[in-house]
């Protein structure tokens, strides 16, 4: 949690950028883009299409700086226009063709099996981490988003509730289902003894 | 703490959003349960196989970027379909539209009880001339049958 000088500062950089000082919005982006292009490269696995959607977003946060009232933390209103973005990105490719995961599962062979092994890094093979990427994508865009909020991100439910707009129930409730969700389809990887 | 109500909070144990007493509660049933022993440990291994955080390092390239397609934009945009010469004239509008409806003489209606009383002011604004008896409004008003 922030220290209340902190968001004073940050309010007043904001004033800065508003009242014309264009070049005080670097300072925003330095900040944050560590943070943005995180989220994005977990939402949308791709690194390079994770960099175009961070630059995006922080144009767009740029020209809706106006319309930034202050009632949340300047972190939390940015994470919602990256949430949205990037939920965006993933409706559109859910409407391109995809593999299914059965077909998916045996062309992986013996690496769909090692997923859980505690020993698997997925950055450490392509077919690995391509298979994450495409299990995760398996999943509904609002399912990836609340789990990667948590599990990523590591955002309390407080915050996940602050970023989505909805109550702390809703939180639990969509989080347990898309849990439940991730284990069932993780389960055609593994056999059922696994996960 | 009963079964189906820890199994209800699991995902809040493991996520640490429990707040002291429940956790304690939690972890007492957890280390008896098979079950619910089991839903922690299998998520707890597919969050580790599966989310991991990315590695984004801070540059100032992508900052140099952003910052040119901002120049590009210039000012942070306004409200659509506003002008900034003009704006002043919305409470100026409206300020003159309650100035004309508070100082607006308010309509008179005469009844038929109020031209039949004394009041000469009414009378006069009524008739607009001499006042008449309350004998004549009688006699008006009854058709000259008093």
Known sequence: MKLA??????????????????DAYAEIVRTYQTKVLGLCTSLLGDATQAEDAAQEIFIKAYQSLRSFRGASAFSTWLYRITANHC?????????????????????AGDAAQKLWEPSFNPGMSAVGADLVERLLSSLSPDERLILTLREV????????????GC????????????????????????????? | MNHDTL?????????????ANAR???????AACVECREIYAGWSKTSAALFRAPKAEPSEFFVRQVMARVHELKKPQRPAGWKVSLRWLVPAVGMAALFLMVMRPAPVYLSMDMMLTDSPDI?????????PTQDETLEFVMGGSI
């Open chain 2, 24 to 30: 304690k509660e939690a972890e007492v049933h957890l």
């Open chain 2, 7 to 19: 199994k209800e909070r699991i995902f809040a144990l493991y996520d640490g959003e429990l707040d």
């Open chain 2, 123 to 131: 009378h006069s604004f009524a008739f607009y001339g001499d006042a």
């Open chain 1, 153 to 164: 991100q590591g955002l309390s439910y407080q915050e996940i509730a602050w970023t989505l």
């Open chain 1, 87 to 107: 939920k965006d990105i993933l409706r559109k490719r859910l409407r391109e063709k995809s593999e299914s995961l059965d077909a998916l599962i045996e062309k």
């Open chain 1, 5 to 22: 000088g902190v968001f004073i500062e940050e309010r007043e950089l904001i004033e800065k950028i508003l009242s014309g000082e264009t």
């Open chain 1, 167 to 195: 109550s702390l129930d809703a939180v639990k409730s969509r989080l347990r289902r898309a849990r439940e969700a991730l284990q069932e389809k993780g389960r055609h990887f593994s056999g059922p003894k696994s996960v």
